[in-house]
């Protein structure tokens, strides 16, 4: 019977980290961090305000609606006492269709929840005492992959700040 003929193998060249050149954002007060493309220019932060901390790659100089110019990072941190489960939490901001995730190796929920009549893509996550709400304010972009891109970039320092 023929000998199978051997066939060269040939490796992929490892994929380059997308994020490598990224920038860091690092919040101590909360006690965590992430990278974000460098085309997120415009960041908006009241987090310490009881706001949301906004990264986006828009200024409001283009028209709403221009999908190559309509990526937002919404990262809101809940002061509120941590003592409901996280899907609880989850539950009272509108979310659907949760599932188990995990970020920067702190279990999670992942879902959909309703920004501007829109539903969109959300992450929920309990570490420590505070609550972490991450959406993409527009699953329509052209850059919403970037959203998960930062997802995996995000990192919860163990140091807890005294103040």
């Known amino acids: 019977s023929p000998r199978p003929t051997p066939v060269a193998v040939l490796e992929p060249p490892p994929t380059p980290d997308p994020t490598a050149t990224w920038k860091t954002y690092e919040n101590s007060k909360f006690g ?21 901390l906004l990264v986006q790659d828009f200024d409001g100089s283009k028209l709403a609606g221009d999908p190559t110019n309509n990526f937002q990072l919404v990262v809101f941190v809940s002061t509120e006492s941590t003592d409901k489960s996280l899907e609880q939490f989850a539950l009272q901001t509108s979310a659907k269709d949760l599932s188990d995730f ?25 570490d420590g005492q505070y609550y972490f709400v991450i959406q993409l304010s527009t699953s329509k972009s052209v850059h919403a992959a970037w959203f998960d891109q930062i997802l995996s970039t995000f990192k919860f320092l163990n140091e807890t700040s005294a103040d």
Do not use: M
């Open 32 to 52: 965590f961090s992430f990278k974000y493309p460098t085309d997120l220019a415009f960041l908006s932060d009241s987090l310490d305000q009881n706001g949301p």
């Open 102 to 126: 995990t970020v920067g190796g702190t279990s999670a929920k992942r879902g959909v929840s309703i920004q501007k009549y829109e539903e969109v893509p959300t992450v929920w996550i309990k």
